[in-house]
């Protein structure tokens, strides 16, 4: 079992640009594949980005590819977003998810386990 605690939401103008992280527990975070999803309000849940465990893969949801880096340090047990170019509809709260299944990784909120408590992310226009 992991536990994931996001830090580095909050306030920002359209353009500018955030970095959340998203430190895991335990000595087995090098053996889970990470997402960032978020969640605007009276939306659902929607896919960000995901990382393989190693870190050599990602995979982008059209509307933040080019825009949004997912990275990872595995000696840190954390994962990254970073955030450039921010734009008003990027409002939402911001959650990382854990899956240690047999795929390099997953886009599917149903496809993992552990969830975070999410951090809000405001961009102003």
């Known amino acids: 079992q992991v536990q994931l605690v996001e830090s580095g939401g909050g306030l920002v103008q359209a353009g500018g640009s955030l970095r959340l992280s998203c430190a895991a527990s335990?000595?087995?975070?090098?053996?889970?594949?990470m997402g960032w999803f978020r969640q605007a309000p009276g939306k659902e849940r929607e896919f960000v980005a995901t990382?393989?465990?190693?870190?050599?893969?990602?995979l982008y949801a059209d509307s933040v590819k080019g825009r949004f880096t997912i990275s990872r340090n595995n000696a840190k047990n954390t994962v990254y977003l970073q955030m450039n170019s921010l734009k008003p509809e990027d409002t939402a709260v911001y959650y990382c998810?854990?899956?240690?299944?047999?795929?390099?990784?997953?886009?599917?909120?149903?496809?993992?386990?552990?969830w975070g408590q999410g951090t809000q992310v405001t961009v102003s226009s």
């Open positions: 998810a854990a899956e240690r299944g047999s795929s390099a990784y997953y886009s599917q909120v149903r496809e993992y386990d552990y």
């Open positions: 990382i393989s465990r190693g870190g050599s893969r990602t």
């Open positions: 335990g000595r087995t975070f090098s053996t889970y594949a």
